[in-house]
């Protein structure tokens, strides 16, 4: 995948030698199951998550250029939505103590540019789960459009209500239209 860079952040590929600053964040009860999966219970499950990312090649590691660390992942994810249809969809999580200051944000316009202007897809999904307004903001911040309501089934907490948005490369463009 191609490296991205925003002012204050690195989106990179991710190495192996990763392990440790993601088992950092991923460990947090209040990380994965926002995201739906369960904190992570090993060094061993964070190489695995690594190695996955890196076979997949659909998710960066967002790397805090101050301080040179792994804070947390984006990506570009290929999947089957309700209707039986191919969508990308757009997944993220950071490091709880990293939240607040607009980095989500920052890597999620990175990646949307990236998506539209130069991998041409024509269509970007998003959801977040009921009561993730830290993650609801960064979608609203992004220019997403509310589809509907879902119930979602998690590996971590069963069944939970989501929140689905779609953003296509027309609305997009007339949205950066308006930001220039």
């Known amino acids: ?29 209040s990380v994965g199951p926002n995201a739906g999966w369960a904190p992570h219970q090993s060094m061993e499950e964070s190489e695995m998550i690594i190695k996955r990312f890196i076979e997949q090649n659909d998710c960066w590691a967002i790397v805090l250029k101050s301080e040179n660390k792994v804070i947390g992942s ?4 290929r999947r089957t939505d309700l209707s039986g249809a191919f969508v990308t ?7 709880t103590p990293y939240e607040g200051n607009g980095y989500m ?11 539209f202007e130069e991998l041409n897809i024509p269509l970007i999904k998003c959801y977040h789960f009921i009561g993730n307004r830290k993650s609801e ?37 007339k949205r950066r239209g308006k930001n220039l």
């Open 1 to 29: 995948m191609k490296t991205l860079e925003t002012i204050r952040l690195q989106l990179r590929n991710w190495q192996l030698e990763d392990a440790p600053q993601m088992f950092e964040y991923a460990k947090l009860p």
């Open 89 to 95: 969809e757009l997944g993220y999580v950071l490091s």
């Open 137 to 173: 903001r960064v979608i609203q911040k992004c220019g997403f459009i509310y589809d509907q309501q879902m119930v979602y089934k998690t590996v971590a907490t069963g069944e939970k209500i989501s929140k689905s948005y779609h953003l296509n490369k027309k609305e997009y463009e």
């Open 105 to 115: 944000t920052e890597a999620a316009q990175a990646v949307i540019t990236h998506a």
């Open 74 to 77: 984006i990506g570009l994810h």
